[in-house]
């Protein structure tokens, strides 16, 4: 899988220099410890207490801050660090850039179904420009945790179940953060996170327990990881989450074993919010005290907001149980990243920046192109859509003109009054001649759960139904009913919309739906009635109008699934690369009882409502004469396909050709399929063309029973498709 971009080249900040390594060195030397420990603390600026805030900075004891919005505050911080603490070392200034600064992109899950990597470059590309010339350094993003549960809330910030997929999405996010010709000449240092296995956590409830086998942190958990270093992220973010008995904040395991002495990584490690104080309700800490100890020792190297650092380092130090050589080494990784970033040399940022940068044309195109690849289109039975300009349509449901909610739940500095709603997307599209009634409906969820509705008019959407040709519902989540600490056990349309729906479907009319969501949703009863769904989750400042463009057909739907949608919660997990079992469900099983026991439910199907790499389109592709260029290849070989690829439909398309192999017999088990190359190509109505995907025998490895990383000779089945459950079947052979 080729995954070179032809954008401006990103800097790499795990090359060491030897000229920041001797400025390093000198610096070091010159530091009191106090000043050492204050390297390693970071803090969110407290503006109520601002006389102690600047004190801190002026002494020494903040070495970096979080979601600071405004220059003019960042540079007067800065003034206080660089020109009035002892030695002059800058702050870094760190924010959640998760999917856009100021011009907001779809959720990171909704960007992750566009498949493509170049696309994705440049909207990190265009949100770090934006986030330089607001005086940020260093963004808490990619998040690359690969997330199998749609009940845990923060599913929406990542690039859904595969790691393979999500390395290629880490690569392509970090190169963006990190391209070299941002606002003012700033650098900007990416923070893959939440370093590791966060999205595992039990009963989908964010912050819980993750117990997992070394194995499946290795070959599923931790790729995502090594490819964001590999491309040359300058820092990690550790997870709140435990992983097998140790929170990831005292996991030396993680932090410095697989780091440091298998990865070799420089870079800096960052705790999440709070994180190391929280080893006290881990219940490995018995004091604040204990958890900076236990922190450091596996090798957090900046706080992030416990205080553990700031308020015990210096003491544990003089009392012997840190050596300060420890504290050194973070220190010195935290002192070579400002070095790197520049910071010492230009620290300020020029507060004219923004008004040429932020909500530029050209990052509003690409919000809006973003948004336009990433909606996916679950359901179009008879063709109902695209809708003709002249439809009559009901636009019917609480999304469909709201601002806040489509900017996801991490938006950054971005403004709902911005937000171009469906509505307006709608108008913008069709013009004033636009024949659209609109009735709200209800709300997105009764007032706390209540069982009231005050917005609640059924009627009324039935009535403009009935008196239009096509209804168009907008339902769905809103912002805060996904993303952190939002985990959900129901995942169907909250409210009183599942009623709307229905009462609306009862009318006979054609129907539409376009889900608004930050995760994959329960539609179970939507996909049986209701003729044409697209899934557009919470697609930023452009959502509406890319809404409008599919609707009406401007644009064809290209995009595909990265996370299955459960038919009921109780599938969860439910996902494509799962293991064949001893029984699986495609085979006989064991007759007992009259029954065939093998991996199934009573009471519902194994299968997935849609599943990973899904997705339709206006056109229709056709694959044909699958052909394994290499039947047998060397262990270090390269495996070739090609297959032919033809639009056999009325409309030019976008297809994600998708390849996945299943290792027929391993050392352990391995999945029935796994995803090893991908490639999305456009093709005129009637065209077709021959795609080739090559797979280095590499990729086909995995952790063996002695838990090294292994490449066995062996039979694979291959597939070429359209998604991960269809698709041209071939075999190969790897050869020792
Ligand atoms: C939060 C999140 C993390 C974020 C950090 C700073 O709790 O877990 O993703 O970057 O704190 O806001």
């Known amino acids: 899988m080729d995954t070179t971009m032809n954008a401006a080249p990103a800097y790499d900040f795990t090359a060491i220099d030897s000229e920041i390594e001797a400025r390093v060195d000198d610096l070091l030397t010159r530091m009191t410890l106090e000043e050492k420990v204050g390297q390693m603390n970071q803090v969110s600026p407290n503006w109520d ?3 102690e805030l600047e004190a801190a900075i002026r002494s020494g004891q903040v070495g970096s801050v979080l979601n600071v919005w405004e220059v003019a505050k960042i540079n007067e911080m800065q003034r206080i660090a660089v020109e009035e603490s002892r030695l002059g070392i800058p702050l870094i200034v760190g924010t959640d850039v998760i999917h856009g600064y100021r011009t907001i992109f779809p959720i990171p899950l909704a960007e992750s179904c566009t498949w493509d990597p170049d696309l994705l470059e440049q909207a990190a590309r265009a949100a770090a420009d934006e986030a330089a010339a607001g005086g940020t350094d260093w963004i808490f993003a990619p998040m690359v945790d690969v997330a199998r549960d ?11 179940e595969d790691p393979f997929l999500g390395r290629a999405l880490a690569v392509a996010r970090v190169r963006g953060f990190q391209a070299t010709d941002l606002a003012g000449g700033k650098r900007i240092v990416a923070c893959p996170k ?24 290795r070959d599923v958990y931790l790729p995502p990881f090594k490819a964001a270093l590999d491309a040359g992220a300058g820092s990690i973010m550790s997870s709140f989450n435990e992983i097998a008995g140790v929170p ?8 410095r074993q697989i780091l440091r002495d298998e990865w070799d990584w420089p870079g800096v490690v960052l705790s999440d919010y709070d994180a190391i104080g929280e080893l006290i309700q881990h219940g490995v800490a018995a004091d604040h005290k204990e958890a900076a100890l236990k922190a450091v020792l596996a090798g957090e190297d900046i706080d992030m907001m416990s205080q553990a650092f700031p308020d015990h380092l210096a003491d544990l130090v003089r009392e012997g149980k840190v050596p300060e050589a420890l504290v050194d080494e973070a220190v010195r990784r935290v002192l070579r990243l400002k070095f790197m970033l520049g910071i010492f040399e230009n620290p300020y940022t020029d507060p004219a920046l923004q008004a040429d940068v932020l909500l530029q044309p050209a990052y509003r195109e690409l919000a809006l192109r973003v948004a336009q690849k990433s909606a996916v289109l679950l359901k179009n039975e008879g063709s109902l859509l695209p809708l003709a300009p002249e439809t009559k349509v009901a636009l019917i449901g609480p999304l469909v003109d709201d601002q806040p909610e489509l900017l996801g739940s991490w938006a950054c500095d971005g403004k709902p009054e911005e937000v171009e709603t469906v509505l307006a997307g709608f108008k913008a599209l069709l013009g004033p001649k636009a024949a659209l009634t609109v009735v709200k409906g209800c709300a997105i969820e009764g007032r706390d759960g209540a069982d009231d509705d005050p917005e609640l008019d059924i009627e009324g959407a039935v009535k403009a139904a009935r008196a239009a040709d096509v209804a168009v519902l907008v339902l769905g989540e809103s ?8 985990s959900r056990a129901y995942l169907g349309l909250p409210g009183k919309q599942q009623a709307l729906l229905e009462a609306v479907v009862a009318t006979g009319k054609p129907v539409v739906v376009v889900v608004i969501a930050g995760r994959p949703l329960v539609l179970g009863w939507m996909a049986q009635h209701v003729p044409a769904i697209l899934m557009a989750w919470q697609g930023g400042i452009r959502s509406g109008r890319a809404v409008a463009d599919i609707l009406y057909g401007e644009v064809n739907p290209s995009g595909r699934l990265t996370a299955s949608f459960p038919r009921t919660e109780g599938q969860i ?3 494509y690369a799962h293991k064949s ?5 495609n085979e006989r099983g064991v007759i007992q009882f009259n029954r065939a026991h093998k991996v199934k439910y009573l009471d519902e199907s194994d299968l997935p409502l849609y599943g990973f790499g899904y997705g339709l389109t206006y056109t229709t592709f056709e694959y044909a004469d699958l052909a394994v260029e290499t039947p047998e290849v060397p262990i270090d070989g390269i495996v070739t396909v090609s297959v032919t690829v033809r639009n056999t439909g009325e409309r030019a398309g976008d297809e994600v050709v998708q390849l996945y192999v299943q290792d027929l017999i391993g050392e352990v088990t391995r999945p029935v399929r796994e995803l090893k190359g ?7 109505p009637g065209e077709s063309r021959r795609v080739t995907l090559n797979v280095p025998a590499s990729e086909l490895g995995f952790h063996g029973l002695a838990m090294s990383y292994i490449v066995e000779p062996g039979e694979f089945k291959i597939w070429v498709g359209p998604n991960a459950y269809e698709g041209l079947e071939g075999r190969f052979v790897l050869e020792a």
């Open 573 to 575: 997990p439910v996902y």
């Open 194 to 217: 939440h370093y590791v296995a966060y999205g595992l956590a039990e009963g989908g409830k964010d912050y819980n327990t993750v117990d997992l086998s070394e194995r499946a942190l």
């Open 581 to 585: 079992t001893g029984r699986p469900v």
């Open 49 to 51: 207490a601002r006389e």
């Open 248 to 255: 990831a904040s005292a996991n030396a395991f993680i932090l």
């Open 479 to 486: 912002a805060m009913m996904s993303g952190e600490a939002h």
């Open 150 to 160: 749609p009940r845990w809330g923060r599913i929406a910030e990542g690039a859904g």
């Open 678 to 684: 991908f490639c999305k190509i456009s093709l005129q």
